[in-house]
């Protein structure tokens, strides 16, 4: 199965829309096992998961499972691993639009890091951006009402570390195909899960233990059709990720990705009964507007 190579913005946009659609449901749903196993079961249960399906995407055309550079592949998931952990281990402690207001900090840290480390040009545009990211970030997370602790920060850590992987992404992966990056961050993420376990086997953390600190549970039947929905579900929404990028031009494509901060909120709301103060609500929609204005503003 073949994509054309001319732009098609209004299927680009769908596309992109229905995978944050489900991204935005799913992720809700990690809610319903926080409190059984933890984190490290989690993200080593849904590779292994993946396995098959990953197997599946060659077969679609999709491009191959082999990386040309094995080393920046793997520098690249690394970071992103580190990202995806950090997020998913935040939603054992806090609302999914707090986490997902966090990552999505990225494209504030991808114009920061090509700013002071890359020596690029930063624009006014994109210097407002920034300032723009940086209050909404400070209104959803309310430091000064709980204080900042590491717990907080979590998301914000995932949203600097995923930048550091889109920009190797970009300079370091090129040319790569799409299923070997997804490929590459799937194995990785099952050998960092499983390596937390053997880690929580050897140095128990004691009795009043949670979603990162919880050791190997078993069985787990219960929460099995939970973490099988966020396999098959995080898959479809990769793949119509890649399909989006596809069919338009990245800097128009990338604006939709922030329709997520709208459908996992309203998930969020609609099936768990979360709210968000006002304050933090105008927070997350600076955050999203931020990151669209570094999308489309070359300067």
């Known amino acids: 199965m073949a994509f054309s190579d001319s732009?098609?913005?209004?299927?680009?946009?769908?596309?992109?829309?229905?995978?944050?659609?489900?991204?935005?449901?799913?992720?809700?749903?990690?809610a319903k096992f926080t409190g059984r196993i933890s984190v490290w079961q989690f993200i080593m249960m849904r590779s292994v998961l993946m396995v098959p399906l990953l197997l599946a995407l060659p077969l679609l055309g999709l491009g191959t499972l082999w990386p040309k550079r094995w080393g920046a592949v793997t520098a690249r998931s690394g970071a992103l691993t580190g990202a995806m952990v950090l997020y998913f281990g935040a939603l054992g402690f806090m609302p999914l639009a707090e986490a997902l207001a966090g990552l999505f900090t990225s494209p504030i840290f991808v114009v920061l890091?090509?700013?002071?480390?890359?020596?690029?040009?930063?624009?006014?545009?994109?210097?407002?951006?920034?300032?723009?990211?940086?209050?909404?970030?400070?209104?959803?997370?309310?430091?000064?009402?709980?204080?900042?602790?590491?717990?907080?920060?979590?998301?914000?850590?995932?949203?600097?570390?995923?930048?550091?992987?889109?920009i190797a992404t970009r300079s370091w992966c090129a040319g790569e195909s799409t299923v070997a990056l997804l490929a590459s961050?799937?194995?990785?993420?099952?050998?960092?899960?499983?390596?937390?376990l053997v880690i929580l086997y050897i140095i128990p953390v004691g009795p009043e233990v949670d979603f990162l600190t919880r050791p190997f549970v078993w069985p787990v039947w219960d929460v099995a059709p939970w973490i099988v929905l966020q396999a098959v579900g995080s898959l479809a929404g990769v793949f119509l990720i890649i399909r989006a990028y596809q069919l338009d031009v990245p800097t128009n494509v990338a604006v939709f990705e922030y329709s997520v901060m709208i459908f996992g909120p309203a998930f969020a709301w609609m099936l768990f009964g979360q709210t968000l103060e006002l304050m933090q609500i105008l927070g997350i929609f600076m955050i999203a507007a931020a990151g669209a204005t570094i999308a489309l503003r070359s300067a």
């Open 185 to 196: 961050n799937m194995m990785m993420l099952g050998i960092v899960g499983a390596v937390g």
């Open 113 to 166: 890091i090509n700013g002071l480390v890359m020596k690029q040009r930063i624009g006014p545009w994109r210097i407002l951006a920034v300032v723009i990211g940086f209050v909404g970030v400070l209104l959803v997370l309310q430091p000064g009402v709980q204080g900042v602790s590491m717990l907080s920060i979590m998301p914000v850590g995932a949203g600097f570390l995923y930048a550091v992987s889109s």
């Open 7 to 30: 732009n098609r913005p209004f299927a680009s946009a769908v596309s992109m829309l229905s995978a944050m659609f489900i991204i935005g449901l799913i992720d809700n749903f990690i």
